[in-house]
């Protein structure tokens, strides 16, 4: 991911890495090793629910 391209790669401590759609399908991977880093998709959960309103579908 392109650093800026969404909020949730500006991150300082646990930004957007990577991210893969396929139709409805949405991986999405960030950094961190510990505790607080396994569980940071909670804190974007604004992003991600943008992203798959834009990807539309039923």
């Given at each position: 991911?392109e650093?800026g391209?969404l909020?949730?790669?500006l991150?300082?401590q ?45």
């Amino acid at each position: 991911m392109e650093r800026g391209s969404l909020p949730a790669t500006l991150d300082p401590q646990f930004p957007l890495l990577t991210r893969a759609d396929k139709g409805r399908l949405h991986i999405w991977g960030y950094g961190g090793d510990d505790l607080h880093g396994h569980l940071t998709h909670v804190r974007h959960i604004a992003d991600i629910w943008m992203a798959l309103d834009a990807a539309g579908g039923d």
